[in-house]
């Protein structure tokens, strides 16, 4: 795609829903856009850090840009626009720029950070290649500092932070740890048995960081089995909010939250303890479909409900969805993410699936940004979106081709990202929005 670098396509919103006035079409779509989903969504669960977090893809769906090309109401839709540099830095779109080459690398290494858990710790388990170290986020028109623990840490002294969602948390939670274990190490002070929501204390500056295992943030039961599998359904309060996280709300200072993938998988919905219908049941319980859409959307508007009537008004961040960069074939048909240099603008856009429920949490966001003070938009999506090289994908096990037994297809994970790797970027970003943009 030539001069592409200067071109910008506008997917902030999915383009369907732009068209208000064929409402007919737009439901008619999701109908059949959704059922076919519904036979087509599949799940896995086969190791702790995987089982962490569901993925799926219609089965149609080998890569984004081929999922973008056929369909019509995408390309229909989707507009070009001219970039235009920004010289106000104060108008600068943080999400919006490029990658570009960083000779000097990243702040740490798996030897000078001992906090990498070993499905993200690319480089203990043998990653061959180094190239992906060597980026860093550059938005249009302004510059993101590096991120500076020293600074960061003061301003969090005596400051609580909690990062509530799934295992994309948990990665993240891990960059920020090690981005900040030069200036000091934290004592973990709590764990629960899985390790997936834990609490560290950085005692020389008192601030306390924690991570809370809630993927759907709003109460779920029949989900969290220690084996990894279950038999029972899971079901999902769409009306009443995760205990998890609720009962601690009141200790944070700083929230960093997000919904996601979670939704995708079959679930029976629940409303005023009546059960309302059921996704992707294919008619076992003879309960009517609904959409993850629906979920999705019904959750979040309850969690910026509960931000915007609390007393307790905490600095918000909400990240957006997460992308997966699964090539050649599906995550379970052997799929793989084996490039090593990001991609250039345009080059690739995210699944329809992923622009689905990526327009719900925007649209939910917008709404709930008039109402909670305090609140801002961590869009990762986009440059997500051109780092196909960060993500551990064989490199999730210990040195995974040492054993030549080819009978043995090896999974890649091609949604969680090796540390250190792109989403130390979002910590840079994170440290701008709160300690220079609020
Ligand atoms: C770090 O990675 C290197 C390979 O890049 C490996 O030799 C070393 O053992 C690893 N160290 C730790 C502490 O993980
Ligand atoms: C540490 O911070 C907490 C709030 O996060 C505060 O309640 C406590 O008093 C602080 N401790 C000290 C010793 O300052
Ligand atoms: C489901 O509905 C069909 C038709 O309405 C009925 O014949 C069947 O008995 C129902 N099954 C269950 C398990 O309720
Ligand atoms: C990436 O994986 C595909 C499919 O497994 C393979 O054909 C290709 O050669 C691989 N590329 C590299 C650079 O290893
Ligand atoms: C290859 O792996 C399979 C499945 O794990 C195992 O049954 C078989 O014995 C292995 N063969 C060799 C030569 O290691």
Known sequence: MAG????????????????????AF???FLFVFLLGFSFRVIFFFFSDSFASLPLSQPADVKDGRESLRDSQPVEDGVALEHRV??????????????????????AYTNESC?????????????????????????????????????????VMKDKSWAMIGDSILRNHVQSLICLLVKVEVPIEVYHDKM??????????HNFTLSVIWSPFLVKAENFDHENGASSSIIDLHLDILDEKWI????????????????????AIYWENNK???????????????????????????????FFAVSDHKPFILYRTYPVAHFENAEWNRGGTCNRTVPYKEGEFMGTDLEHLMRNVELDEFKNAAVNVARLKLLDTYKLSLLR???????????????????????????????????????????????????
């Open 85 to 106: 540099e920004d010289s106000q830095k104060d108008k600068c779109d943080l999400f919006k720029g490029e990658w570009i080459s960083n000779p000097s690398g990243p």
């Open 4 to 23: 592409v670098g200067t071109l910008m396509v506008d997917w902030d919103r999915w383009p369907l829903h732009q068209k208000r006035g064929n409402h």
């Open 26 to 28: 737009v439901k008619l």
């Open 388 to 438: 196909p090289d960060g993500h551990s994908g064989p490199y999730r096990t210990f040195h995974p081709f040492d054993n030549k037994n080819n009978s043995v297809t090896i999974q890649n994970d091609c949604l969680h990202w090796c540390l250190p790797g792109p989403i130390d970027s979002w910590n840079e970003l994170v440290m701008e929005l709160v300690l220079n943009r609020s």
């Open 275 to 305: 059960i309302i219908g059921c996704h992707s049941c294919q008619d076992k319980n003879n309960l009517s479909e609904i959409s993850m859409e629906y979920s999705f959307r019904k959750a979040l508007q309850l969690v910026f409900n």
């Open 247 to 266: 009962s601690q709300y009141q200790n944070f200072n700083y929230i960093l939250i997000s919904g996601g993938p979670w939704f995708l998988r079959p």
């Open 114 to 154: 001992l906090f990498i858990e070993s499905p993200q710790n690319c480089m203990k388990n043998g990653r061959p290649d180094t190239g992906y170290l060597y980026w860093r986020w550059k938005p249009y028109g302004c510059e993101v500092p590096q991120f500076d623990a020293k600074k960061f840490l003061d």
């Open 195 to 204: 390790f997936r929501s834990r609490r560290w204390h950085f005692s020389a």
